[in-house]
């Protein structure tokens, strides 16, 4: 019977190793069994793995005449209205912007907002539910123009009333920057560190946040993004968004993988008429799905994001624009 007792054991220890034997043969380890080799080098100042900057951009009421939209292939004269165009951007004020603070609200995240200033001041109450729900509110100048063309004082002027419009609205005083389509002059971030601002995002240089020196204090540079950006592939070449959802699926999961070992950033972008579109509202939210349980992920405002690296002695140093910056 002692005999027979301990056949019945050995028996079940081999059942119960063959049950927990998947995928192929592999053993599954629970995750506290397996060491985590970069468990003690941490590569963000709060233990992050991968941080995940989003972009709302509030840019209705402030495009200019003639402002490009699908209908551009085929243009009016400036002395008729293209009413068709003007509502393809109004949508962005009546449905879009709303639609994406429903989806940052059901996962708590908060967002950057890059607001133009004629845009807050024709939908008050857009910019104020921005601010409301706690996400960054941070400028882009006071309409949609080019600064790169403008001289010291005129492009001084321009944000700044972008900034004055947009906090009188909100009460927020932005510190972030982006200029129309990313193209600052040589002056720009001189102008920006005059005005008190933290950071600016026209640039595609790198894949976490670095520091440049203007006029012989640091500032922060938040690299923008094209690749994760919808008024780029979705708008521009046409994809659908499927492909868009497969483009931050893959791109997510290789900076998650880098960042094992270095700082890493993953940038997103929308543009109110664009990212708040039904279907591609629907392709973020299963993208923050697939990541939302994974081990280090955070989603963090820009603003947060500079403070926190300002001062990290990890963050990396960049001059290329010295000669720009003095």
Known sequence: MYKLSLSIVAILAIILVFASCKNNGQVSLTKSSVP???????QWPNGAQLVISVSMQFETGGQPAGAE?????NPLPLTSPDLPAESWYRYGAVEGIYRMLNLWKKYDIKVTSHVVGTA???YPEVAKAIAADGHEIAAHGISWDDQWNKDYNEELDFVKAGVDTVKRITGQ??????ANWLRRSRNTLK?????????????????????????????VVMPYTLRNNDIVNIAGNHWTPEMFLSQLKMEFDQLYEEGKSKRRMMSISFHDRIGGTPAVVKAMDDFITYVKDKDGVVFMRKDEIAKMVLHDPKTPRDESERKYNH
């Open 36 to 42: 985590d080799s970069t468990s003690t080098t941490k």
């Open 69 to 73: 939209s699908p209908f551009s292939g």
């Open 120 to 122: 807050a001041a024709k």
């Open 173 to 178: 005083r932005a510190v972030g920057y982006n």
């Open 191 to 219: 102008v920006l560190q005059e005005l008190g601002f933290l950071y600016h995002i026209d640039d595609l240089s790198r894949d976490e946040p670095f520091l440049t020196t203007v006029n012989g204090k640091d500032f």
